[in-house]
Structure formats: C-alpha cells, structure tokens
C-alpha cells in the first residue's frame, strides 16, 4: 500500500487555478507511475493527467490539454497539479494515484493506490 495525501482544493471562479499537491506518506514510493484522476458528481472517475517516474513524459486527457501541469519530485514522494483557466464542468473530487511498482508504461487501468481526495468547486 501507497499512502497517499491530498491538498490544495478549494472554490474558484472559472477561469481561475488551483495548484493541487499530493504526498506519499510514511513510504517510499518507486513505482513509475502517478497521476491525478477526478470524479464529478453522478459521473464516473476519469484520468486527468500522469507523469512518468523521472518526469520527463506526463500524458492529458485531452479536456485538460495545454490549461494542466502535472509534476512529480521523486525525491520528496510527491505530485502536483497546477490547473487553470478553470470551468464550472471541472468541479469534482481530484484523487491522486499511484501504480504498483512493477507497471511500465502507466495505462489508466493500472493505478491501484489512491488518496481519499480533494475537492474541487469553480463557479461561474
């Protein structure tokens, strides 16, 4: 198990960002995988963004392309997502996650450990 901490959420008006942050606690993560997912109301949960284990290659749901960062500082076991001009669709829980250590290339399906969540409201 990855224990994993979220924060950075809150209430925006759209257009405006957020930088989400998330930290493996207690462990040392290795895996090449972690990523942000997010579940709005009476949707199911969809991959936002990943990164890859050195940072080098991150991959973006195409909704989020080009208003989305997600970094990683190995290191310190942790993620981040800075996202803005935020829209009122976005609202919805923002999870962190991780993959089992042995997973290469980083499918969507392959993340096993998440945190419990930040929550994430942008008003009109």
């Known amino acids: 198990q990855v224990p994993l901490v979220e924060s950075g959420g809150g209430s925006v008006q759209a257009g405006g960002s957020l930088r989400l942050s998330c930290a493996a606690s207690?462990?040392?993560?290795?895996?090449?995988?972690m990523g942000w997912f997010r579940q709005a109301p009476g949707k199911e949960r969809e991959g936002v963004a990943l990164?890859?284990?050195?940072?080098?290659?991150?991959v973006y749901a195409d909704s989020v392309k080009g208003r989305f960062t997600v970094s990683r500082d190995s290191p310190k076991n942790s993620l981040y997502q800075q996202m803005n001009s935020l829209k009122p669709e976005e609202t919805a829980m923002y999870y962190c996650?991780?993959?089992?250590?042995?997973?290469?290339?980083?499918?969507?399906?392959?993340?096993?450990?998440w945190g419990q969540g930040t929550k994430v409201t942008v008003s009109q």
């Open positions: 996650a991780a993959a089992p250590p042995l997973v290469q290339m980083c499918p969507w399906t392959a993340f096993r450990y």
């Open positions: 207690g462990v040392t993560y290795k895996g090449d995988c």
């Open positions: 990164i890859y284990l050195d940072g080098a290659g991150q």
